[in-house]
């Protein structure tokens, strides 16, 4: 837990010293139309770097208790983030390719999460993977008209 | 007059799109409230963006059927699986769960929601005279006061929260922080984006919600290793009817865990105190206090009328001063505004049929929430019997369709899973999250409020100490910001002095 307080208190102290930098730009006086820009976010953020620094100093007088998270606590964890990140990547990547859209992608998250993860039955796998998108695309697209990210099968359906 | 105006907002809560909507509301709340990793805020967060396209009375009453939901579901996971679905309900899995092993879960489960009802009728009662007193006298309020008030609802975080004062008040910070992130509409300029594209949007308040609260709490889930081991819910209309022969001899834990609830509730993250507080009473009062936890029915009541009071009560600063009293209410004033609706005192004068329509919702979701989970109890308790491996995607893909629907843009669906680490983070490090979301909700209004009184007083802070109520409030404020500096001190002057014999005669 240590390590843990020390890392987040020197990152929220960073965050504050790169907000007050960003604010010192923008002006933290008073402008034509009272305060400038900067004004709150150097406040705030100079009593971030001060608030932090506390927590850094108390965490550092303290001795090492038990760890932030052990190894098998860990995995799980670890189990679900990736998924996660790979689902949003195979969902529509950063870059240039474009991605096969946000139904397909959920399809394929949740198949491969509760056969690898849940080892769950093919058949409750394929029916889970198939209903939930579907019924996520009439919910979304048709019902609410709010529109999801589309990929080339919905391109071919005609979506 | 205000009669005259609830009944206004009865024509507008009965009509049957309003009550078809405030019985999907329930329905899907009270399903929020029971899975794991999604609650009352991101329940309602995820939904936000299908309301942008309703007519706001609809939208408001689809919002706050999902809180009341919410707070139901979250007494079944208590009693039933010993899961407090929110930390509200920590002390109703005292008693709770104790009486489901004994085979009582049907006793359990009418007390509980029964005694939210309660709860909740009394704070609903008590809004409908309140809201338009409170809004009155907000409507004299200028940027001073609101700034005022919005200090004194951070410094409650500070000084009465419980925990780490430092942490809460980094968590405030961090949400004001990344609230400024983006364009600033007043001058014009671009702040903290350094030449990205993507933070000139900024951060949105509705996927730092699905983050913090729903993926991060299914990573806090997984790594406990949740298992669900449920008792059956044995609820039929004898157990029904029979408990509540039972319950009006706690008729002074009704009226008394709906006063805590209330007083502590419209204050923020008043609710869990309420609970707990509630609680501790009952057991001291009561004849039998050896029987609490191990089952007693009264250690139901208590703590779930106080918290679905209090639960209640955080709508009114919300609904008259703008200042949401919960998480959960900080996502519907960001639907307000989203909506086009001003919030504060001045709904009351602008949209009154919103408001009223509001208030009266309040009425006929509780009736309808309590309805419907005493008689569905068994479908909502099987929902926990889904496997985790399936639950777990299945929440994650709403999250992401939640969170791409606010801008529709994938960089939030990253952002989101940034928030979920951060608050896995964060929930093991005891950094408080909701001041975190109050601060990226409030963000804006409370640097407008902040920049309207320095151009009032050309600059200078005196403004918020000179002005009679601004002045009052910005003194209990400070007061509770100090509070954790000053109470060690204290502690010692007076350990000091009890420790050291008093001489004779002195």
Same mark, same amino acid.
């Given at each position: 837990m240590r390590a843990a307080e020390l890392v987040t208190a020197g990152v929220l102290m960073l965050l504050g010293g790169v907000?007050?930098?960003?604010?010192?730009?923008?002006?933290?006086?008073?402008g034509i139309e009272g305060p400038r820009s900067g004004f709150l976010p150097f406040c705030l953020a100079g009593l971030l770097v001060i608030v932090s620094a506390a927590i850094f100093v108390r965490a550092w007088r303290r001795p090492a208790t038990r760890p932030f998270a052990t190894r098998v606590q860990l995995v799980p964890?670890?189990?679900?983030?990736?998924?996660i990140a790979l689902f949003i990547t195979v969902t529509d990547p950063p870059g240039p390719p474009d991605g096969l859209g946000l139904y397909v992608a959920a399809a394929l998250y949740m198949a491969a999460y509760m056969r690898w993860v849940g080892g769950h039955r093919w058949l409750v796998v394929a029916g889970m993977a198939v209903t939930v998108p579907i019924v996520a695309f009439v919910v979304f697209e048709q019902w609410f008209l709010v529109p999801m990210p589309k990929g080339p099968l919905e391109a071919w359906l005609g979506y | 007059m205000g009669l005259d105006n609830l009944f206004l907002g009865f024509q507008v809560a009965i009509t049957p799109f309003n009550l078809f909507? *405030?019985?999907?509301?329930?329905?899907?709340g009270t399903v929020i409230g029971v899975l794991p990793g999604l609650g009352g805020a991101n329940g309602v967060a995820i939904l936000l963006p299908l309301t942008f396209t309703m007519p706001p009375t609809s939208a408001i009453i689809l919002l706050t059927s999902i809180y009341w939901g919410a707070l139901f579901g979250g007494a079944i996971t208590s009693v039933l699986f010993n899961i407090p679905g929110e930390p509200w309900s920590v002390a109703t899995t005292f008693d709770g769960y104790p009486l489901a092993r004994q085979g009582q879960s049907g006793q359990a489960l009418t007390a509980a929601f029964t005694s939210s009802f309660v709860g909740a009728f009394f704070s609903i009662v008590l809004i409908t005279f309140f809201a338009p007193i409170l809004a009155e006298v907000a409507l004299r309020f200028g940027p001073p006061e609101f700034f005022a008030i919005q200090l004194l609802t951070f410094s409650s975080f500070v000084g009465l929260g419980g925990g780490s004062p430092l942490k809460s008040a980094a968590s405030i910070l961090i949400g004001f922080v990344l609230a400024s992130v983006g364009l600033d509409i007043v001058t014009g300029q671009l702040r903290l984006t350094f030449g990205f594209v993507d933070l000139m949007k900024g951060f949105d308040f509705i996927v730092a919600v699905i983050g913090l609260f729903g993926i991060g709490e299914i990573l806090l889930s997984v790594e406990e290793g949740l298992r669900f081991r449920g008792a059956r819910t044995g609820m039929n209309l004898t157990v029904v009817l029979d408990t509540w022969r039972r319950l009006p001899r706690y008729y002074r834990t009704f009226v008394r865990g709906s006063v805590i609830g209330f007083w502590m509730g419209f204050k923020p993250g008043g609710a869990t105190p309420a609970s707990f507080m509630s609680y501790a009473f009952a057991k001291r009062f009561s004849r039998h206090p050896e029987r609490f936890g191990k089952g007693e029915l009264e250690g139901i009541v208590a703590p779930e009328?106080?918290?679905? #009071?209090?639960?209640?009560?955080?709508?009114?600063?919300? $609904? /008259?001063?703008?200042? !949401?009293? +919960?998480? /959960?209410?900080?996502?519907?004033?960001?639907? =307000? $505004?989203?909506?086009?609706? &001003?919030?504060?005192?001045?709904?009351?004068?602008?949209?009154?049929?919103?408001?009223?329509? =509001?208030?009266? +919702?309040?009425?006929?979701?509780?009736?309808?929430?309590?309805?419907?989970?005493?008689?569905?109890v068994p479908l909502f308790a099987a929902i926990l019997k889904i496997p985790f491996a399936i639950l777990t995607p299945l929440i994650v893909v709403v999250c992401a369709i939640g969170s791409y629907a606010v801008h529709n843009s994938m960089i939030d669906i990253w952002y989101m899973l940034i928030f979920g $680490?951060?608050?896995?983070?964060?929930?093991?490090? %005891?950094?408080? =999250?909701?001041?975190?979301?109050? #601060?990226?909700?409030?963000? %804006?209004?409370?640097?407008?409020?902040?920049? &309207?009184?320095?151009?009032?007083? &050309?600059? +200078? !802070?005196?403004?918020?100490?000179?002005?009679?109520?601004?002045?009052?409030?910005?003194?209990?404020?400070?007061?509770?910001? *100090?509070?954790?500096? $000053?109470?060690?001190?204290?502690?010692?002057?007076?350990?000091g002095g009890g420790a050291t014999p008093v001489a004779p005669g002195h």
């Open positions: 907000v007050v930098y960003d604010a010192v730009r923008l002006g933290v006086g008073w964890v670890l189990k679900v983030l990736v998924p | 909507v *405030a019985v999907v509301g329930v329905l899907l009328t106080a918290a679905h #009071a209090a639960g209640v009560a955080a709508m009114l600063p919300m $609904i /008259t001063l703008g200042i !949401p009293g +919960s998480p /959960t209410a900080a996502v519907m004033l960001g639907g =307000l $505004i989203i909506w086009g609706l &001003q919030p504060g005192p001045m709904l009351f004068v602008d949209n009154p049929e919103f408001v009223w329509g =509001l208030i009266a +919702s309040m009425y006929t979701g509780n009736v309808i929430g309590v309805l419907m989970v005493l008689t569905l $680490i951060v608050g896995y983070v964060f929930k093991k490090l %005891d950094y408080p =999250l909701a001041p975190l979301v109050l #601060a990226l909700v409030l963000g %804006d209004l409370s640097e407008d409020a902040l920049r &309207q009184s320095l151009i009032m007083s &050309q600059g +200078s !802070p005196a403004i918020f100490f000179v002005r009679p109520i601004a002045g009052a409030i910005t003194a209990v404020a400070v007061f509770f910001f *100090a509070l954790p500096l $000053i109470t060690p001190w204290w502690r010692r002057w007076r350990g």
